[in-house]
């Protein structure tokens, strides 16, 4: 699917005057100067207060030796999260005016969000989906008032696309309803298939028209949200530290695991941000894939943090879990972003087979990290750090990353 002409940038009329309701038109794909605006960063830290909910979630559980119904639990509240801030951005990056209906409309969609957060704790302890699907019904109610309005003041395919949109949140928000009927056992089937049917309504909505968004605002959204992540991801394994630290008296104990963190946490960051993504977002095709890996790309960071919790309650022990369990909970997690990140992001800047390899050999020495007992998360985060030195030295050596220019940097 190829990107379709872009549309004239919508009036902003004279300058100083601000108008409270505008009509909401497609702005520009080469807009000049566009960037995430003050709403869209509010945005993205009311959002993470669910990520920093789920992830708290995710540490009980695996603390207490229920790792596996703490994953599923985290992939479904996290996919719900995720899913209703990637709408909203894409849905931004082509309509928004900034005009007093369309800020209120997604203050709306804040306090769905945090009607979700509220709801996190039950849907891990009790698997009551109730609040969590309260929540995400008014983002979505939310997110299909905004294509409404959309469709309203457009017309041909470009109405026809946004109509579609708000049609296919609708359906699929009735659709969740399953979580709260359906027996235990068949939820998490449930929630498969509708995930699925959830991924389905971008591409058939934009069937026949493409809606214009920005290729450099999208790439700016997802990197400021991955950063919001990681940041989350430091502050959390920090909290854990000093509790431990505090409470324990195992400064000695604890070192290497903060070591071994923020090394890769600093690496998570480097690796992500040395390439321009905004180049390669050229068509839908290319920008849903990108678009939609990037659930396991901010899952797996979050999910770092947790990990490096569990580790910190494992090494003053704290957790019911073996040592290996623990050091799996931070270097499983690392790895998968490691790969995710190199499959959707970094390898489309490579330079030759040994380039390529860098991210995908060092998430193979990741995982192996995992034995290495209380020492798993430092060395780990050692590997990471020498996988940035290793990156950024081919990258200076090569001559053709030195024609290209920064585009070949690895990390």
């Known amino acids: 699917m190829t990107s379709s002409p872009a549309p004239p940038p919508v009036p902003s009329g004279p300058p100083g005057i601000r108008q409270p309701l505008r009509r909401l038109r497609a702005r520009g794909r080469d807009e000049a100067h566009r960037t995430a605006t003050p709403l869209e960063l509010f945005f993205d830290l009311c959002f993470v207060v669910a990520v920093a909910q789920a992830g708290i979630e995710l540490v009980h559980s695996v603390a207490e030796g229920h790792a596996g119904q703490g994953i599923l639990d985290y992939a479904m509240v996290f996919f719900a999260l995720w899913w209703a801030w990637m709408n909203f951005t894409w849905f931004a990056s082509a309509y928004d005016n900034d005009d007093v209906l369309y800020r209120v409309v997604t203050l709306v969609q804040i ?13 891990f302890e009790e698997h ?6 309260l929540g995400y019904a008014i983002m979505r109610v939310a997110m299909a008032a905004q294509w409404l309005r959309a469709a309203r003041g457009a017309e041909g395919p470009e109405r026809t696309t946004a109509l579609r949109y708000a049609g296919g949140v609708l359906a699929c928000q009735v659709g969740w309803l399953g979580l709260l009927f359906l027996p235990e056992g068949a939820r998490p089937w449930w ?6 049917l959830e991924m389905c309504v971008p ?12 290729p450099r605002h999208i790439a700016e959204r997802y990197g400021l949200f991955t950063i919001i992540v990681l940041g989350e991801t430091i502050a959390a394994a920090t909290v854990a530290v000093k509790s431990g630290i505090d409470e324990n008296d195992a400064l000695g104990e604890l070192l290497p695991i903060a070591a071994g963190g923020l090394l890769i946490i600093f690496a998570a960051w480097w690796i992500y941000f040395v390439v321009p993504i905004h180049g390669h977002l050229r068509s839908n095709r290319q920008a849903f894939l990108w678009g939609y890996g990037h659930y396991l790309v901010l899952a797996s960071a ?22 290996l369990a623990a ?17 959707l992001h970094s390898r489309h800047f490579k330079r030759g087979i040994t380039q390529q390899l860098v991210l995908p050999t060092t998430a193979l020495l990741v995982i192996c990290c995992t034995f290495f007992g209380h020492w798993a998360v430092f060395a780990a985060g050692v590997v990471c750090a020498l996988s940035v030195v290793a990156g950024e030295t081919l990258a200076a050596t090569r001559p053709a990353a030195r024609q ?4 070949t940097r690895t990390g």
């Open 111 to 123: 306090a769905g969000v945090l009607v979700l957060a509220a709801g996190v704790s039950r849907a």
């Open 128 to 133: 009551d989906y109730l609040v969590v699907w």
């Open 191 to 196: 929630f498969l298939v509708m995930a699925l």
């Open 203 to 214: 591409p058939f909505a934009e069937r026949g028209h493409t809606t214009s968004w920005h």
């Open 302 to 323: 979050a999910a770092i943090g947790a990990g490096l919790e569990v580790a910190v309650e494992e090494t003053v022990g704290k957790a019911h879990i073996s040592t």
């Open 327 to 343: 050091s799996a909970a931070v270097t499983l997690p690392t790895a998968l972003y490691l790969l995710t990140v190199w499959a």
């Open 404 to 407: 290209s220019g920064p585009a």
